[in-house]
DNA sequence: TTCCATGCAAAAGATTTGCACGCAG
DNA sequence: CTGCGTGCAAATCTTTTGCATGGAA
């Protein structure tokens, strides 16, 4: 799937910055992304990209259902891919590693919030944290 | 339990500001609140009470693991008491308004990510958010 | 008396906005 | 050619920090 095509598509344009940064997010796997790491690797594919179209195309893609972000301990956000069950993650306090959980896991949960909480349908974009082995 | 006094064994002193800032969360029962929302509370029951001392007593109070707090989804913090499962909640897309989930739902939930991910102990800090039913 | 906690102001960090220009369509 | 998207700068919002003073113990 080509991300810009899906931005044409809704009548936005296409331009570098969009390009470049929507290249990175598909070929990202599920990495999360700060802001600040974002703008690095798209300044670094091209000449530089102001901060503030980074934002504003990651605005974009979160409008056309792309992306998605939520907000780590400390407040500042974090983007990425979003999918079905793909919008949770949990983060290492100690070496701030984030990992995706298992697919399972995810939709058992998603199942649980839909049929015990009084909302019909849920968004669920979290943050879990712990310890990760590799700091234990 | 009194707050102030869970302070002072800490070695912590006893001012008025802390004192209306802990009376304010002990008698909140679940509510959430915003720091400005608790900043104004708080300088209303006393002369004015500095921000960055609510932020401050905020941070003791985390500290020493009476509240907790979480991010919105545009990114400003919510402070709420703490309590074994009551560190998660559901927010309204719609009408902003903050729900807790069911206490069955976030023991769960904290079982199934403790068997599942690869972190022996989590310290869940999450939001869902979806439209609640007043909205639809 | 001692030194912790506060208020105030300034700094810092994250994100948003206004505006003029350049480029996509 | 038309107007959307960009870069730049400034503004805004949230949270943190430095410092002198006042008050708790």
Chains 1, 2 share one sequence.
């Not at 409008?63 to 407040?75: A, D, K, L």
């Not at 983007?79 to 697919?103: A, G, R, V």
Request: proline share 1%.
């Amino acid at each position: 799937m080509d991300f810009v095509i899906e931005l044409k598509k809704r009548g936005h344009r296409i331009t570098k910055p969009r390009e470049v940064i929507c290249s990175i997010l598909e070929t990202s796997g599920h990495e999360h992304f700060t802001v600040e790491k974002l703008h690095n690797l798209a300044s670094r594919k091209d000449r530089n990209i102001d901060l503030a179209t980074v934002y504003r195309t990651l605005e974009l893609l979160e409008e056309v259902n792309i992306v998605e972000h939520s907000h780590q301990v400390h407040g500042s956000g974090i983007y990425y891919l979003k999918s079905e069950y793909d919008n949770s993650h949990i983060i290492c306090e100690s070496c701030k590693s984030i990992y995706d959980l298992k697919e399972e896991t995810k939709k058992t949960i998603n199942e649980i919030l839909i049929k015990d909480s009084h909302f019909d349908s849920i968004n669920h974009h979290f943050i879990y944290s712990g310890v990760c082995k590799k700091c234990k």
